[in-house]
């Protein structure tokens, strides 16, 4: 399968497209300084909690993360207070839930991922198939035990040297380890183009970045052979219309029909509308948009990152054996997702229920947040990345120019705080000045520019 990288490298906020055989099956955007999933740390025991056997780590930032007993190594090891501690982020923080994090790393390359831990697991162990010396472990204590899972078909001898380019890249953590005081980020190195390709499932064959200053960053941060500039105008998809999609409440079918999503604190539910077809058999109909939903929904639970409990209220269908193709045609959209859904069937209220785990953060998670009375809408600093892009096009088609960008105050608020080396950055590099007016009448999610 050809899996190509799209990356839009904007000051202060990347956005990506993984392509699989041209067509985008996931989204992300990075802004850096938070702790993503797969990222390694040092940190230390902040409080032990007997009630949810686990402990609360500090590893700098907002708040601790937990870590559950039974993600402790070697199995049985109890923690104290103040110890020094090598965790991997497994689930980034959401809303009000803490980062869950592990004792076990998984390094992941391009034709392997490596897991590092004390105890079994099922997989070919290393040492014995491919010749590595056990490496140590945080403690110092004896080599952990080691684990591989093909990703792509390749001979032994490649995989043997990947592996030990793996085993060298976990000495140097911790090695870095060794040296460091927690709190610190041990792996990858705290830079956007690094947490971006951290994030990633699987290696891409190739990376295609819209700025080509970003290329000699991204090439440091990835073990990717091929990464290229090529202008946005001439990928494969327009990126824009790929994230509204995914933050989309209501998306529309093709064959007709509508399909809603609605994230709750218990799980996502998902509901398909057949709309007001002209013409057909309801039976007919609700199994023509159920199947066509199935397809839609499998490439949206991926698209949207979507982690948890998924409940589907699919158009009631009477007989068992429609209810099976709309699940037959479900698992088969489903089979390419790397996080192997679990399809749990259907319930007596004749909803399906799938479970996907979680890793990183949903796209809209990143992007919006709820207003008083529960809508979500987009983020001022999202708002302002994007006012930001469409004054680096403006300034593409139009240089020399001086640009005054109106706003609403807490959009305006944002671009003079957090996002002000961002406009530093595009003054220096595209625009000799920008002026930022604050509109208190307008809507977030609208701006304007202008030439003055």
Do not use: C
Request: hydrophobic residues 45%; charged residues 25%; glycine residues 10%.
């Amino acid at each position: 399968m050809d899996r190509k990288l799209l990356i839009s490298a904007s000051p202060g906020e990347w956005r990506a497209a993984l392509l699989e055989d041209g067509v985008p099956v996931e989204l992300y955007v990075e802004r850096g300084g938070r702790a993503e999933a797969g990222s390694i740390h040092i940190g230390r025991v902040l409080r032990l909690l007997p009630a949810l056997d686990a402990a609360l780590i500090d590893i700098a930032g907002d708040r601790p993360v937990f870590l559950p007993q039974r993600e402790v190594f070697p199995r049985g090891r109890r923690l104290h207070e103040g110890e020094r501690v090598v965790v991997q982020i497994r689930r980034e923080a959401q809303g009000d839930k803490a980062a869950r994090v592990t004792m076990a790393a998984i390094l992941r390359g391009q034709l392997l991922e490596v897991i590092v831990r004390s105890g079994k697991e099922d997989g070919v162990e290393l040492p014995t198939e491919l010749g590595l010396a056990p490496i140590p472990s945080p403690a110092g204590g004896g080599g952990l035990g080691w684990a591989l899972r093909p990703l792509a078909a390749a001979p032994p001898d490649a995989l043997a040297a990947e592996a030990e380019e793996l085993a060298r890249r976990w000495r140097d953590i911790l090695d870095r380890a060794a040296r460091l005081e927690p709190p610190a980020r041990l792996y990858p190195g705290r830079s956007i183009a690094a947490a971006l390709v951290g994030s990633l499932p699987r290696t891409p064959s190739e990376i295609l970045v819209d700025d080509p200053a970003a290329v000699p960053e991204i090439r440091a941060g990835s073990s990717v052979g091929t990464v290229r500039h090529l202008r946005e105008a001439e990928w494969p998809i327009d990126l824009d219309s790929a994230f509204e999609d995914a933050v989309s409440e209501t998306l529309a079918l093709p064959e007709g029909g509508l399909i809603h999503f609605e994230a709750t604190r218990a799980g996502t539910l998902v509901d398909v509308d057949t709309g007001t077809p002209e013409a057909g058999s309801p039976q007919r109909i609700a199994l023509s948009i159920d199947t066509a939903a199935a397809r839609s929904i499998a490439r949206q639970i991926r698209l949207r990152n979507l982690g948890g409990g998924i409940v589907i209220d699919f158009v009631g269908l009477e007989s068992r054996s429609a209810r099976d193709k709309v699940r037959a045609a479900l698992a088969e959209a489903l089979t390419p997702d790397p996080r192997n859904p679990q399809l749990l069937g259907w319930t007596r209220l004749g909803h399906f229920e799938l479970v996907r785990s979680r890793r990183g953060r949903p796209i809209a998670a990143a992007l919006l947040e709820p207003r008083p009375g529960g809508a979500l809408v987009k983020t001022a600093v999202t708002v302002s990345h994007e006012a930001l892009r469409a004054l680096r096009r403006a300034a593409r088609a139009q240089p020399g120019r001086r640009w005054r960008l109106t706003v609403t105050p807490d959009v305006a608020a944002a671009l003079s705080g957090a996002l002000a080396a961002a406009i530093a950055e595009i003054e220096q590099r595209f625009v000799h000045n920008i002026v930022i007016d604050a509109d208190p009448g307008g809507d977030r999610e609208h701006f304007q520019i202008s030439v003055f």
